[in-house]
């Protein structure tokens, strides 16, 4: 491994004569000294044509934190119900009532089906992410994740989002520590990094203007991280933001894991427009590794950033693993948001297809669980 970042290190700094650009030598000393990169820095990385050189600085500490190694999990995805009150305009998934036609709730019969699959194929995480139905109590919350616990006492549970938690808070009148303690005790491990969207005011309003807040969302997870319960984190970036809302985003996210330690990876999802109210063009592959590469390099207090395989397509998640990512999320094998969307991967990966696919990117597969343990190495 030393000789791997040795050589990584030898190659940026013969690298750096031909950067005639001041400013960029200046980040990537910083870099290579281990300092602290600015939000100004940042953005100036956005701002540069320079990919390569970003890209070898990004692995160049990624490899400093994780090795050689590249993780995935073998978990389901459960999207219980599309019916929704927020009616976020970037969503092509949800739909408003139960008598849309494309509305849809599994039963809990189906939802336990899907956990028995998953832990049947040696499955260690289930992740439940849906809409927010105006019909549902705060008990139905508790109750799905007590029953699948019941019937598999074994099942990681990684989910709802804070804004869900939020919402609950609301509907019963509790507070967000409450319905956390509660959650907990129905047997929630890890709260999901889904809702962050954008935290810069303006944008949020605009594409999701009924959902909690920055500060809201960033609430909850500062109150789970005090509760022991470690949160995931995302962005969704590549519809009406700019880069300067992007360092913004980030910068929120340090300076909360700066104060907390509590979360355990951050996640860009590139946003996918077909079918939304939102509409818009799809990012190109160039900007969805530098949002990786950077998110490596600003985030120096993550230890995980995720290339999440079902938004950016297997060829471009292989890459991201050479650009500073190093997970690409699990087998999944049902998920209906971003393929509302029209994201075009396939789903119901056997774990064979990501072992495949991250030795194809020159890593090590390491399985883990929900917590980011090894289980193996592959
Ligand atoms: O919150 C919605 C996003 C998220 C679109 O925590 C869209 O490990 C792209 O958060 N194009 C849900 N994205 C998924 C999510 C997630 C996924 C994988 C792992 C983890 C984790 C979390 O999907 C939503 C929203 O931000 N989304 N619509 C769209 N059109």
Same mark, same amino acid.
């Not at 938690?165 to 409450?178: D, L, N, Q, R, T």
């Given at each position: 491994m030393a000789q791997l970042l040795n050589n990584l290190m030898e190659e940026i700094e013969s690298l750096l004569p031909a950067v005639v650009d001041k400013r960029l030598r200046e980040i990537t000393e910083k870099v290579l000294s281990g300092k602290r990169l600015s939000e100004s820095d940042a953005l100036y990385l956005f701002e540069s044509e320079n990919l390569p050189l970003l890209g070898l600085l990004a692995e160049y500490r990624n490899r400093l934190v994780n090795g050689n190694y590249a993780y995935f999990v073998v978990n389901v995805q459960i999207n219980p119900t599309n019916v929704c009150i927020y009616g976020c305009k970037f969503c092509a998934f949800a739909v408003k009532g139960r008598n849309h036609p494309r509305a849809y709730e599994m039963s809990l019969e189906e939802i336990l089906q899907k956990v028995e699959r998953i832990y049947s194929l040696g499955g260690r995480e289930v992740h439940i992410v849906g809409g927010i139905p105006p019909h549902w109590r705060y008990e139905d919350y508790l109750n799905l994740l007590r029953e699948i616990k019941k019937r598999f006492p074994e099942a990681v549970l990684k @989910?709802?989002?804070?804004?869900?938690?939020?919402?609950?808070? #609301?509907?019963?009148? #509790?507070?967000?520590?409450?319905?956390?303690?509660?959650?907990?005790? @129905?047997?929630?491990?890890?709260?999901?990094?889904?809702?962050?969207?954008?935290?810069?005011?303006?944008?949020?309003?605009?594409?999701?203007p009924l959902k909690a807040s920055a500060k809201e969302y960033l609430e909850v997870h500062r109150i789970a991280h005090s509760l022991g319960i470690p949160t995931n984190i995302t962005m969704l970036y590549g519809h009406i933001e700019d880069y300067k809302d992007r360092v913004e985003h980030m910068s929120h996210v340090r300076k909360l894991q700066d104060e907390t330690g509590g979360f355990q990876v951050f996640i860009p999802l590139k946003y996918h427009p077909e079918g939304t109210e939102l509409g818009g063009e799809l990012t190109s592959s160039v900007d969805d590794l530098k949002t990786i590469a950077i998110a490596r390099l600003f985030l120096d207090n993550f230890k995980h950033i995720k290339a999440y395989w079902v938004t950016l397509g297997e060829r471009i998640a292989q890459l991201a693993l050479n650009f500073g990512a190093d997970d690409i999320d699990g087998t999944i094998l049902e998920e209906k948001i971003v393929h509302s969307a029209g994201t075009k991967t396939a789903l119901g990966h056997a774990k064979e297809k990501l072992i495949e696919l991250i030795k194809g990117a020159g890593k090590t597969p390491a399985e883990r669980d929900t917590y980011y343990n090894i289980v193996r190495v592959y």
């Open positions: @989910a709802y989002t804070a804004i869900e938690v939020y919402h609950m808070a #609301k509907i019963s009148k #509790k507070g967000i520590k409450e319905v956390l303690l509660d959650l907990k005790e @129905a047997g929630l491990s890890v709260l999901p990094g889904g809702g962050a969207e954008i935290f810069n005011e303006e944008k949020r309003k605009l594409i999701a």
